[in-house]
């Protein structure tokens, strides 16, 4: 079965610095893989996803995220940190056939101090 | 205005009370899902439904039921809710378009926070 994991339940960086968030996925076959954010008190918004293709991903606020198959990552990154990036982020794998499911990740919750 | 809203965004409750949460969509899509949200276990599915006749068990079905409406209407059900079944809970949308795999964005509501006393 599919999984997910966040190994980081929560980071703290400092406003400017530079950001990554960790995710590792068990999937027998090329994945589709999700990052989305979870503002506080607000639902999740997708940041970016990887299909197929450039495995260097671009998403919104400034974030991308690089497919590693060997590594079995989907480790998101930020090069500076900004005070409202602070929320908790989901990574997410579907599957390629049948059923249109997510399993998530624990999530990471990140702190910026200023 | 919202594309998936849910009602009631908050809700306090007592053991054994049966309780409704709902969920509506105007992005047109077929394909819906409710998930559960707890601290330190991400998002797990509880149903999803990909058109009006097809309803399907997630991995958490036990003590929940759902009713698809209409093609924007979802709904779950706590028929005796437990303590236990407080938490955190999403509704989502996705549309299905050939081409891209079978697999498709999901559009997340804004939550309802359930608590069972």
């Known amino acids: 079965a599919q999984s997910v994991t966040q190994p980081d339940i929560h980071i703290t960086v400092s406003e400017g610095a530079s950001l990554e968030l960790r995710c590792n996925y068990s999937?027998?076959?090329?994945?589709?893989l999700f990052w989305y954010v979870q503002s506080p008190g607000q639902g999740l918004q997708l940041l970016l996803k990887?299909?197929?293709?450039?495995?260097l991903v671009q998403g919104i606020k400034g974030f991308e995220a690089e497919f590693k198959r060997s590594q079995s990552s989907f480790n998101l990154r930020k090069p500076s940190v900004h005070w409202s990036d602070a929320a908790e982020y989901f990574c997410?794998?579907?599957?390629?056939?049948?059923?249109?499911?997510?399993?998530f990740g624990q999530g990471t919750r990140l702190t910026i101090n200023p | 205005d919202a594309d998936v809203t849910q009602t009631p965004r908050n809700r306090i409750t007592k053991t054994g009370k049966r309780i409704m949460l709902e969920c509506s969509q105007t992005?047109?899509?077929?394909?819906m899902y409710w998930y559960r949200q707890d601290p330190g276990l991400g998002l797990r599915l509880i149903y999803y439904?990909?058109?009006?006749?097809?309803?399907n068990k997630g991995e958490i079905s036990d003590g929940y039921s759902v009713s698809r409406q209409a093609q924007a209407k979802f709904s779950l059900s706590l028929e005796s809710a437990i303590p236990n079944q407080t938490a955190l809970y999403f509704c989502?949308?996705?549309?299905?378009?050939?081409?891209?795999?079978?697999?498709?964005?999901?559009?997340f509501g804004p939550g309802t926070r359930l608590t069972v006393l």
């Open positions: 989502a949308t996705s549309d299905f378009i050939q081409g891209q795999g079978s697999y498709n964005e999901q559009f």
């Open positions: 999937y027998g076959a090329t994945p589709y």
């Open positions: 990887y299909f197929s293709g450039d495995t």
């Open positions: 997410a794998v579907g599957r390629i056939q049948g059923a249109q499911k997510l399993v």
């Open positions: 992005k047109g899509h077929d394909r």
């Open positions: 439904s990909f058109d009006v006749k097809d309803i």
